[in-house]
């Protein structure tokens, strides 16, 4: 599987792999309003990006979790 991200002899990077694309940076989250910011943007990629027509349709987000109570296709740690 790993053979699958490996980088072309093209691209001129330190690391031999890449999962993620370029142009994100991680962050931590240090407030309930810049964790609720965080989980809305999250839960609106899909509908902003004309997937679905509401964070509900994708089966693949919290968005279900915290808002349906919904654990049936991904269950997970609620965040305080």
């Given at each position: ?21 370029t142009g994100g ?56």
């Amino acid at each position: 599987m790993l053979a699958r991200f490996v980088l072309p002899p093209t691209v001129h990077s330190h690391a031999h792999h890449r999962v993620w694309q370029t142009g994100g940076y991680d962050m931590n989250v240090w407030s309930r309003k810049k964790l609720l910011e965080k989980l809305n943007y999250m839960h609106n990629n899909p509908v902003r990006r004309g997937l679905v027509s509401e964070p509900g349709e994708w089966p693949w987000l919290s968005w279900r979790f915290y808002y349906r109570q919904d654990s049936s296709i991904l269950r997970m740690d609620p965040v305080p």
